[in-house]
């Protein structure tokens, strides 16, 4: 299978068999042009989505005959698992509730956080359960900060971490960089590409962190 990185917090998964699940699309222009990432140019099978802000669930620029999530279940083939969580540190009062959503593809578990805003607790990761590859939000002030991400991974251990939701030339936000992130730390590799491929036996034994350059 293989994991693209679009831009913000939105990924296409490729299985082996062609099929794409594309993870909280945005809407390019968004907030005022604060999304600069260009449209999303997969076509998929199934659209995820965490939560329905402009930034995560822009369906309408995708022509193909996909399968819109928003819940656990079944879609074209691949089952989906949900964690309830909050988009922020108050119970959701001040932006909403998030959703946690655990795939499988080809073998490898596939965990996407959305938009958390605060710590998981102890309930809520043994509900997310061993993860081969987690997208998790970095930025801080909408989401979990760089500490609060680092807090998760740890909780958490995955296969591989990839960062998303942070301060790029195409983002507008005020919020903080990759770099607050992974500085300090000894297992990160950056690929420089907006794509990397990846099999079930061929997984790191130790968490490693990937940043993957936005596509669009």
């Known amino acids: 299978m293989k994991v693209r990185y679009n831009g913000h917090s939105c990924f296409s998964v490729f299985a082996d068999d062609g099929k794409c699940i594309v993870i909280d699309p945005y809407e390019s222009g968004a907030y005022g042009g604060a999304i600069a ?14 939560h329905d802000h402009p930034d995560h669930s822009h369906t309408e620029q ?15 083939g691949f089952k989906f698992d949900v964690v309830n969580t909050f988009h922020d540190q108050s119970q959701g009062a001040d932006r909403g509730k998030n959703r946690i959503f655990l795939f499988e593809v080809d073998g490898v578990r596939v965990g996407h ?3 958390l805003g605060h710590l ?26 760089a500490n609060e991400a680092t807090d998760v ?9 990839i960062p998303m939701h942070y301060k790029t ?26 794509e990397i491929e990846l099999s079930s036996d061929k997984l790191p034994g ?10 669009l």
């Open 37 to 50: 990432y260009h449209p999303v140019d997969s076509e998929p099978d199934v659209v995820v989505l965490s």
């Open 62 to 76: 995708f022509k193909s005959d996909f399968k819109v999530v928003r819940g656990p279940g079944e879609a074209k």
């Open 113 to 115: 956080m959305g938009d």
């Open 120 to 145: 998981l607790s102890d309930e809520q990761i043994k509900a997310v359960g061993a993860v081969d590859v987690m997208m998790l939000p970095v930025g801080g002030f909408y989401t979990i900060d």
């Open 153 to 161: 991974v740890e909780r958490t251990r995955p296969k591989i971490a």
């Open 169 to 194: 030339d195409k983002c507008g936000f005020d919020i903080a960089p990759v770099d607050d992130f992974v500085e300090g730390k000894n297992n990160v590799i950056k690929l420089g590409t907006d």
């Open 206 to 215: 130790e968490t490693e962190i990937i940043v993957l350059k936005h596509r």
